[in-house]
């Protein structure tokens, strides 16, 4: 199958295909353990709900534009989040700059004391924290369960997104990654 994506990317660059587009398409192709949960898809711009950082100031992902950001939302009393959150941490580490950034959003009524605690225990201490107290922005891009990661390309749209936990920190999560932001 990999024969076929590859021959597909090289024909859509050769009769000039959008570069976001190919960029998907490589990324596509490199899929593999985890990140097989991960689907793309077409752009879609998010709505602009307001989110509140940790100090309570009113923040929005738009801040994030002009950078790929992978954007996780969770909760405090969610064992696969629990799970997943300190490779988000290794991979901000690894990736993170200006053209890169993992950004957490914790949904409904998570309080800023256990949001802490639970970093503490996680061990994480680069990533983005943001409060999505009322799920209104999580209701608004069909998040159901947790959790869930979108990925957002430099002009704030969602590109991808992975149900469930993954290993972001892992070979495959950082294929992928990178391949988008060729």
Known sequence: MLPVRAAVLYTALLFGAN?????????????????????FAEAQELPEIGLVGLDDSPRALSEFRGKWTVVNFWATWCPPCRHEMPSLGALQQAL???????????????????????????????????????????????????????ILNPEGAEVGRLIG??????????????????
């Open 19 to 39: 570069p976001a587009a190919a960029d998907l398409a490589a990324a596509d192709a490199l899929r593999d353990g985890d990140m097989k949960k991960l689907n």
């Open 96 to 150: 993170g700059g200006p053209e890169f950034e993992v950004v957490t959003v914790a949904t409904g009524r998570n309080a800023v004391p256990a949001i802490e605690e639970f970093f503490e225990e996680a061990g994480v201490t680069h990533l983005t924290a943001l409060r999505d107290p009322k799920s209104a922005l999580a209701r608004n891009v069909g998040i159901a369960g947790l959790p869930v990661t979108l």
């Open 165 to 182: 936990d993954a290993d972001w920190n892992s070979a495959e999560a950082r294929a992928v990654l990178e391949a988008l932001m060729r």
